[in-house]
């Protein structure tokens, strides 16, 4: 494809369960990030990926959350037991300079 | 950890220049950016500069680098309606985590 895509667009969830967002990051660009804009904040950082190396997981605010990127192409970003707090827009980004972002996942949690 | 600041709103009159400020902590920063985001819509990058230069130009974009004092800034000669939206500022370090201030609200007045 031409950009960055990102599945679903908007996801409404009941407190307690479980999501997964998916980014297709725009082919042979090997650096994602994942971040969330929650309402009137800025980017809070959560998990990038480099090629093959091990992943920078140093922003997933609990151990409810985890990422993986399958064969350095698409990356799912799973949510347990989703809480309040986590509604936001979940964004993906790639290119080395961060340059290109997907459209985002609203993730509302309810 | 790093930590990116920027005022949170600027008011500036359409046909002037808008300077927009940003201090950052980590002194490894390799690259510094300037996103832009308009109101609905998803983040651009919109410029960007090497730690090693001090300033860069583009069109009406002035970007302007002082590492000693960690201090970056965004210039926009003849500010238009259009310049209206969110301007993030961000950091990369040497592990290439990309780290984003809250945004600076423009707005523009005519």
């Known amino acids: 494809g031409a950009g960055v895509s990102q599945s679903p667009s908007n996801k409404v969830t009941e407190k307690g369960k479980d999501v997964e967002l998916r980014c297709d990051p725009i082919?042979?660009?090997?650096?994602l990030y994942w971040y969330r804009q929650s309402l009137g904040q800025g980017l809070e950082f959560l998990i990038y990926f480099q090629g093959n190396s091990a992943p920078d997981k140093s922003g997933l605010p609990s151990d409810r959350f985890s990422a993986e990127r399958t064969g350095g192409s698409v990356s799912t970003l799973t949510i347990q037991r989703t809480q309040q707090e986590d509604s936001a827009v979940y964004l993906c980004?790639?290119?080395?300079?961060?340059?290109?972002f997907g459209p985002g996942t609203r993730l509302t949690v309810t | 950890g790093e930590d990116v600041e920027q005022s949170l709103f600027l008011s500036v009159r359409e046909g002037d220049s808008s300077v927009i400020n940003c201090t950052y902590t980590d002194s490894s920063s390799t690259y510094l950016y300037w996103y832009k985001q308009e109101p609905g819509a998803g983040l651009q990058l919109l410029t960007y500069i090497f730690s090693n230069m001090d300033m860069k130009q583009d069109q009406r974009l002035t970007v302007l680098l002082n590492k000693k004092d960690k201090h970056l800034s965004l210039r926009i000669a003849d500010t238009q309606t259009g310049d209206s939206a969110i301007y993030f500022c961000?950091?990369?370090?040497?592990?290439?985590?990309?780290?984003f201030g809250k945004g600076t609200r423009l707005h523009i007045l005519p």
């Open positions: 961000a950091e990369r370090g040497r592990d290439d985590k990309i780290i």
């Open positions: 082919s042979g660009h090997t650096a």
């Open positions: 980004v790639c290119g080395s300079l961060g340059q290109y």
